[in-house]
């Protein structure tokens, strides 16, 4: 077994996001679904940004937010996603490298421009996706390197990799050869819409083992199960999964074992300014203790605690050291 | 004379701020002048954009953000300003379309890219700018219409416009249009190193009424008359200029007229976050006072209660109406 090199390697969309504020008036009138991501082509993309307010550009992508997290714990961390060799893709390949994240995924010289998420977040501090894929349609096995991921503590895959079309196809590779050095990997359910598509498929990642560890919030888990009943859900989850985190936003999360329950409350806020990030830097948290072999409980502070700070700012990438911030915090790790 | 269709016409160069916190250690070591804003060419930008941290993409400017504050506390505005067909200008063009600025200036299809300001912040929350110009090099008197300049109540123009090869000449032209049609022209000294480079030609700017109004900050204020005697300077200042306004960061600002003096206190805040736009939204919330006859101490008002707002987070374009700021604060206008 090759020596660990890297303490979460993450897989997903490489995605910058586009903010800006807007009224729940906005929403309604673009059809939009109020907290989920959906998916656009092109031409939605520009009559969205055509209507919406001013905006800040910043990078994002889920499993990107949660490896840039991973990283600004100290973790040593590695992404794979697909950008253009454009001018968005250049700021989205800057940002993850600034932070010290392993970032080799070789840009696209042609095809569509790096993808973009175009975030509306309301008054509430909710925020409303919608996802343009762009390059990250393009994401293949052959960006998966097999040595890379042998050498990562966890691989960590998003769901929303199942959306483009042959990104599935590396998530299965790259969770095959991280089982086959001996190593973990994790899942995230990404969003309830994103369940709705691929629930059978889910459902079996959990039940073939091929993730040994799921995360999930609150409306995706009851969506997997089809129910409305969180204790239902929480049983089901239980005997398909090994091990599975719900976060449940300002009540906490519940870490579910075969053996055990525990839950830790949602870390204290100020304000909640802009929601987006607050599941990515969850995982960031649980998955650097993990890697670093603490306790679940320590893991679930560490996440409530990365999930508080990128809710207090916009942006879903933290904006401190997390790193500083738990030891200030007394989890030194 | 024309009726008044906007209440103040910015000219200015177009930029995007890509923004990042840095120590004081980082401006050591690349040689920056904490607090000024340096030129750079590309291949600077690109050694710096290497060694800075992550990133936040935000449309910047410094009459563009002024002219977004004129927006936003209900003025009627419009910009004129150069940018290219690319990623980051169809970004500048959209957030300054999106709270209703008019902004015609048609696009570069070639030549060198947008302009960008690397904005580092440093914990203090002082911003230290070096700016690529790009596309804002060649910005020419074509670019401006002679009809909109006539129908603008106020033309404000950047000295930093002294920069670019031909931008002056768009600069001078715009103010002999302004002025044929009766209207006013306000300069901004834009930066004490600006002043340095340009310092007759300011002085040159006063003395023959070019301008009309014009705003310095106090270093800027001391270059312009190469002078550590901050009452002496004020004292040419009322020689040269018809009308001028001094901004002194938390001690507030002095108006200086032909006859009279008068000193407004800086608006209270509760932290410092980033200092980048204070000056440009001082100028915002002045102008749209006089564009809209009030008296100097009330324009005053509105310039500190702008700058206020901008510094209390990340970027130089106000993130709540001005308009319901001011109010708030009992300066309906």
Same mark, same amino acid.
């Given at each position: 077994?090759?020596?660990?090199?890297?303490?979460?390697?993450?897989?997903?969309?490489?995605?910058?996001?586009?903010?800006?504020?807007?009224?729940?008036?906005?929403?309604?009138?673009?059809?939009?679904?109020?907290? $989920?991501?959906?998916?656009?082509?092109?031409?939605?993309?520009?009559?969205?940004?055509?209507?919406? $307010?001013?905006?800040?550009?910043?990078?994002?992508?889920?499993?990107?937010?949660?490896?840039?997290?991973?990283?600004?714990?100290?973790?040593?961390?590695?992404?794979? $996603?697909?950008?253009?060799?454009?001018?968005?893709?250049?700021?989205?390949?800057?940002?993850?490298?600034?932070?010290?994240?392993?970032?080799?995924?070789?840009?696209?010289?042609?095809?569509?421009?790096?993808?973009?998420?175009?975030?509306?977040?309301?008054?509430?501090?909710? /925020?409303?996706?919608?996802?343009?894929?762009?390059?990250?349609?393009?994401?293949?096995?052959?960006?998966?390197?097999?040595?890379?991921?042998?050498?990562?503590? *966890?691989?960590?895959?998003?769901?929303? =990799?199942?959306?483009?079309?042959?990104?599935?196809?590396?998530?299965?590779?790259?969770?095959? *050869?991280?089982?086959?050095?001996?190593?973990?990997?994790?899942?995230?359910?990404?969003?309830?819409?994103?369940?709705?598509?691929?629930?059978?498929?889910?459902?079996?990642?959990?039940?073939?083992?091929?993730?040994?560890?799921?995360?999930?919030?609150?409306?995706?888990?009851?969506? =997997?199960?089809?129910?409305?009943?969180?204790?239902?859900?929480?049983?089901?989850?239980?005997?398909?999964? /090994?091990?599975?985190?719900?976060? /449940?936003?300002?009540?906490?999360?519940?870490?579910?074992?075969?053996?055990?329950?525990?839950?830790?409350?949602?870390?204290? *806020?100020?304000?909640?300014?802009?929601?987006?990030?607050?599941?990515?830097?969850?995982?960031?948290?649980?998955?650097?203790?993990?890697?670093?072999?603490?306790?679940?409980?320590?893991?679930?502070?560490?996440?409530?605690?990365?999930?508080?700070?990128?809710?207090?700012?916009?942006?879903? /990438?933290?904006?401190?050291?997390?790193?500083? =911030?738990?030891?200030?915090?007394?989890?030194?790790?």
């Amino acid at each position: 077994m090759p020596d660990v090199k890297y303490d979460v390697l993450g897989l997903g969309n490489a995605i910058v996001d586009v903010l800006a504020r807007a009224e729940d008036d906005f929403l309604a009138r673009q059809g939009m679904q109020k907290g $989920g991501m959906m998916l656009i082509d092109e031409a939605r993309a520009e009559s969205i940004y055509q209507a919406m $307010g001013p905006a800040v550009e910043i990078s994002g992508g889920s499993a990107a937010n949660t490896i840039v997290g991973v990283a600004s714990f100290g973790g040593r961390a590695a992404f794979v $996603g697909k950008i253009k060799d454009d001018e968005l893709g250049k700021v989205f390949a800057h940002d993850i490298r600034a932070v010290g994240v392993a970032f080799d995924s070789k840009p696209a010289a042609d095809g569509p421009s790096t993808g973009r998420c175009y975030v509306l977040v309301t008054p509430d501090g909710e /925020r409303t996706m919608n996802t343009f894929l762009g390059a990250a349609q393009n994401l293949t096995p052959g960006e998966v390197d097999a040595a890379t991921v042998a050498s990562a503590a *966890i691989t960590y895959l998003e769901g929303y =990799l199942w959306d483009p079309p042959h990104a599935k196809e590396a998530f299965r590779k790259a969770a095959t *050869i991280a089982h086959s050095a001996g190593r973990r990997v994790a899942l995230t359910l990404s969003d309830a819409f994103c369940v709705g598509r691929y629930r059978p498929e889910f459902v079996d990642l959990l039940r073939t083992g091929t993730a040994d560890l799921v995360f999930a919030n609150e409306s995706e888990l009851l969506s =997997l199960y089809e129910t409305k009943d969180f204790d239902e859900a929480v049983k089901s989850l239980r005997a398909d999964a /090994r091990l599975a985190v719900v976060t /449940r936003s300002e009540k906490g999360c519940v870490v579910v074992a075969k053996d055990d329950t525990t839950a830790v409350p949602a870390a204290p *806020i100020k304000q909640l300014v802009d929601a987006t990030g607050a599941g990515d830097l969850f995982a960031a948290g649980f998955l650097f203790g993990l890697a670093r072999g603490r306790d679940h409980r320590t893991c679930a502070w560490l996440g409530a605690m990365a999930a508080a700070e990128v809710i207090q700012h916009i942006g879903a /990438r933290p904006e401190v050291s997390l790193k500083d =911030l738990a030891g200030k915090n007394g989890l030194s790790v």
